[in-house]
């Protein structure tokens, strides 16, 4: 994959990784020109088109399009289902996506894309993985982030020299509970 | 207070704003109180700066001053400031920034990291953003983490090593002996990121390919292990098993069974099953399905592997869903020139989907339809392919009337329908026509002679329906001219016979000539024509005379100078009209200068995968169809000066006494000279010369002559070109295919090459033919070209 864009029905990007090196003034007019086409074709329209020399998958949920740009040699269906795998996946971090989420929360989207996509290609198959090595990341950055807000005389489990590996489920109920407010 | 509770506040004021201009303002606000954040260096909040940062820029605003705040961050030892820097790299910097060279060392200490999701970030960001001195840098590290033994590791460093190679394939020995052994992983993850680093390596390294053809039986193993084994929740989608997997596994078969026997035969029973037993219901199966059918496509499998592949496909083109016909049409469009007979089995199908409502779905259907055209189909073809003209979208019109062309070019039943068919395409479509319909279908009607009368009189009346077309208003202006009498008797068998008088006729030209819609072209068109009636007429002739005398004073130049050269040829060689106007003969049809003729010739491309050349020659408009008319006065018959030479077909008499061939002195310089040629291969008796037409910057026109000399007769004569990637070629369609025994006649075909980046002209030929029941095939590699003979 070259690049992935999401963004509204009315043109306004919400997420765009970009796998290949190019520069801010060329991602933004591939941007404009792209949105401009996809945003042009109809609903029952075929989900394939050809622009430029690339192949552009995209497809459409709720107000969100989202639109994979790939190779000529890659499978256009198996792009249709990584898409769909990423919008389950966005499902069940958010329970329920749907657009605001994704505004407000830009850059967990981006963590979930990482975790599933690497370099442009699927780094994890089974849905269950990913979800579960997000959760660990989430958990990871609470309690380092408590770490930086508490005071040195903290947690015995939060030591200036705890390595970052997940100590499990015998967490501190007061991180707990912030985790539960931020998701 | 929760961390993202700010940045969260900004983006809903943000939304809030009703203006662009109010929202500028806001974000200018920010965008200040973050740049004085990041100098303060506060330590609680620069997270959540720069995450309002990276949002801020998403919206489209400049936000480089935050390159170095992630720099700051990566280097940070909390997990939560890494996390966000390590986005804001791959969001903010790119290769091009110089400051992404500083991130690293920072990168390369969290490849060695404890926690294994900082050694995911660094992975990350590497795979997404890394160039190609920061790859070369980190290459040992990935590599060994390759033998991480964790898996979640191991996954991400192998896809690292796909990006390292693709910047610097030269990294791929590096990867190369660790890649054979990843293949015995269980994971999925690792799995699947395995198969792609192959395939990477492979693709890049044809001594790789070799070596990595012995694991086609792991591949084998591992594919039938997903297809039989039983519903696995973890890995399954819609009912297939981690599809993901098997795409890419049947993708690196593709790769290693291509040009491979004992590859693709150890493969075979596996696609087979593939395909037999996958649901396609849903995408996932479809996916898996057509990634199957390229592989074997384009494997060397047996026949009946292929004839279930193409039937894959027709099965695709009856799908309700519109991706997958698209899909199916796609790929039938690579397949139609070697596997032609299958398809044709779904050519009703086909032809059904040019009715679709998706333009491209129209369109691979239209590409599809035109590949399909055969000798005992065309009449049923052209009938949906003429409805399709008239319905179809503006942008594929021109197409559409190219690809009917040449259809009916290459398999008309008769002249006459041939004539019909061409009629009808202009009446449609004559706006979007190539202006080489005009002289090409002239020299078809002159070809047709016992039509004549029929042809003039349809021409006659759709002339006087509609003068907006100018293709068909060029034509049925010129046929008017020259067969005006044959108009003015009216009667014919096939059609209905009208009765017309002579000023009918002259008012049909009058009114082409004072029109506002009629294009110069046209307009010179229709002077010539009534300029020609003086002598098929016998009463008006003092108005044809009226009506040129007054565009001698035309503003129009080239209008001007016929009206003058009329006029002379009224007043001071009246006694040379009768000849100079007198009846053209038939045009030679084998001229070299045929471009409408369909593209024969296969090129070849480095790659094994050859692609048919599309069909529809698109040479620039020559100034032929001035010259054509200029030409037209003298009653020659030579149609394109710049193709014909003194080895062609023979040349055409002139059909004027001797007086034309003095006015052909006149205007010298049009006959040809003899251009040098070099004979470029000689053999058994045949000789192939190549001869360069023309050459500008960057493109250059060629001729290649083929001769016999043998005492047989050669048959199935064909040439097939390849050049380097940076040119292209475009092959016309020979001559012929049969070369007569001692030389008496022989073949030409002309190769247009488009030479863009100004490489050096190199081209292998080969040629094929059979001779005395023997196919006999040769290759030649052309290194320099003979100049032209005037540049």
């Known amino acids: 994959m070259q690049f992935m864009l999401l963004f509204s029905r009315q043109g306004k990007l919400r997420l765009q990784k970009w796998y290949v090196p190019l520069s801010d003034k060329e991602k933004k007019k591939i941007t404009r020109e792209l949105v401009q086409t996809v945003l042009a074709r109809k609903p029952k329209m075929c989900s394939f088109l050809e622009w430029r020399d690339l192949k552009i998958v995209y497809k459409r949920y709720a107000s969100l399009y989202f639109c994979c740009a790939i190779e000529d040699q890659d499978n256009e269906l198996i792009t249709l289902e990584i898409i769909h795998r990423y919008v389950e996946l966005l499902d069940k971090y958010f329970g329920s996506v749907c657009e605001l989420d994704i505004i407000f929360n830009f850059e967990k989207a981006y963590f979930i894309l990482d975790e599933f996509l690497l370099g442009g290609e699927a780094q994890e198959t089974s849905k269950k993985n990913v979800l579960k090595a997000i959760e660990q990341a989430d958990l990871l950055q609470e309690v380092s982030h408590h770490e930086a807000c508490i005071a040195p005389s903290g947690n015995a489990f939060l030591t200036q020299h705890s390595s970052f590996l997940i100590h499990e489920p015998t967490l501190n109920s007061h991180i707990l509970i912030t985790r539960n407010m931020c998701s | ?791």
């Open chain 2, 1 to 791: 207070m929760s961390p993202s509770v700010r940045l969260q506040e900004m983006i809903r004021v943000i939304r809030s704003a009703r203006t662009q201009g109010e929202e500028r303002g806001l974000i200018q606000k920010e965008c200040a109180a973050i740049r004085a954040q990041f100098r303060q260096s506060d330590n609680g909040a620069r997270t959540h700066n720069l995450a309002k940062l990276l949002y801020v820029h998403m919206l489209g605003y400049p936000a480089h001053f935050g390159q170095m705040e992630c720099v700051r961050l990566i280097a940070s030892p909390r997990y939560s400031e890494k996390r966000i820097g390590y986005l804001g790299a791959m969001m903010l910097l790119d290769e091009k920034q110089d400051a992404s060279l500083l991130i690293t060392n920072s990168i390369k200490n969290d490849l060695s990291h404890s926690s294994q999701h900082v050694q995911s970030l660094a992975l990350c960001t590497l795979a997404c953003m890394g160039s190609a001195e920061m790859c070369r840098d980190l290459a040992p590290e990935i590599e060994r983490l390759l033998g991480a033994s964790d898996s979640y590791i191991k996954k991400k460093a192998i896809l690292c090593a796909v990006h390292i190679v693709r910047k610097i394939p030269e990294l791929g020995e590096l990867y190369t002996p660790l890649a054979c052994s990843l293949l015995s992983e269980k994971n999925h993850g690792v799995l699947h990121s395995a198969v792609v680093l192959i395939t990477e390596l492979c693709e890049r390294n044809p001594d790789t390919l070799r070596q990595f053809r012995k694991t086609v039986p792991e591949l084998v193993h591992i594919m039938k292990g997903l297809i039989m084994s039983g519903y696995s929740p973890e890995h399954n989608v819609a009912g297939i098993s981690d599809p993901f997997l098997q795409v890419r596994i049947l993708r690196l078969l593709r790769i290693l069974g291509r040009c491979n026997d004992a590859a693709s035969d150890a493969m075979n029973d596996l696609l087979a099953q593939v395909a037999t037993n996958t649901d396609s219901s849903k995408t996932a199966g479809s996916a898996v399905l057509y990634e199957t059918v390229l592989t074997v496509m384009d494997i060397r499998s047996e026949s009946g592997l292929r004839v279930l592949a193409v039937n894959i496909l027709g099965r695709f083109l009856l799908n309700n869903d519109r991706n997958i016909r698209y899909i199916s049409m796609t790929s039938l469009q690579k397949i139609v020139q070697t596997d032609h007979t299958a398809v044709q089995r779904h050519r009703g199908t086909i032809v059904d989907c040019l009715k679709d409502q998706d333009a491209s779905v129209k369109r691979r259907a239209l590409e599809l339809s035109l590949a399909l055209v055969s000798a005992t189909n065309i009449r049923t073809m052209m009938k949906e392919l003429l409805v399709f003209l008239s319905t179809c979208p503006p942008e594929l019109r021109a197409h559409t009337a190219s690809g009917i062309f040449i259809a009916a070019e290459r398999y008309a039943p008769s002249q006459r329908w041939h004539i019909d068919t061409i009629l009808h395409v202009l009446i449609t479509a004559g706006g979007d026509v190539r202006d080489e319909t005009v002289p090409n279908l002239i020299k078809l009607i002159t070809t047709a002679s016992e039509l004549h009368c029929y042809t003039v009189l349809k021409l006659y009346r759709a002339l006087i329906t509609d003068i907006s077309q100018q293709s068909l208003v060029q034509v049925a202006c010129w046929c008017i001219g020259e067969y005006g009498d044959l108009l003015l008797k009216g009667e014919c068998d096939d059609i209905e016979p009208m009765q017309l008088t002579e000023d009918d006729v002259l008012d049909a030209l009058e009114t082409v000539l004072q029109s506002h819609m009629s294009s110069p072209a046209s307009r010179a068109f229709a002077l010539t024509a009534t300029m020609k009636l003086s002598t098929r007429i016998t009463n008006n002739v003092d108005r044809i005379r009226s009506i040129v005398s007054i565009y001698g004073s035309c503003i129009d130049v080239e209008l001007q100078q016929r009206a003058v050269e009329y006029n002379a040829l009224f007043k001071k060689y009246d006694h040379m009209r009768a000849a100079v106007l007198e009846r053209m003969p038939v045009i030679d049809k084998s001229s070299p200068g045929d471009t409408l003729g369909d593209l024969t010739g296969e090129v070849t491309k480095d790659s094994s995968l050859s692609k048919p050349v599309p069909g529809g020659s698109t040479l620039p408009l020559e100034p032929a169809s001035q010259a054509f008319d200029l030409l037209d006065l003298l009653g020659q018959t030579d149609t394109v000066p710049e193709a014909s030479h003194a080895e062609s077909a023979a040349a055409p008499d002139p059909a004027g006494p001797s007086t034309g061939r003095d006015l052909l002195d006149l205007l010298g310089g049009l006959e040809t000279t003899v251009v040098p040629s070099v004979t470029v291969y000689e053999k058994g008796g045949v000789s192939l010369k190549l001869q360069c037409d023309s050459q500008t910057e960057t493109a250059v026109t060629l001729t290649f002559t083929a001769c016999n000399s043998t005492q047989n007769d050669i048959t199935k004569f064909t040439l097939q070109a390849a050049v380097p990637k940076s040119i292209q070629l475009q092959m016309k369609a020979p001559s012929g295919s049969v070369l007569p025994a001692g030389g008496h006649s022989a073949i030409t075909q002309t190769v247009v090459l488009s030479n863009p980046s100004k490489t050096n002209l190199k081209m292998r030929v080969r040629l094929s033919y059979s001779n005395q029941g023997m196919v006999c095939q040769d290759t030649v590699q052309i290194d320099s070209f003979p100049s032209p003979a005037w540049t």
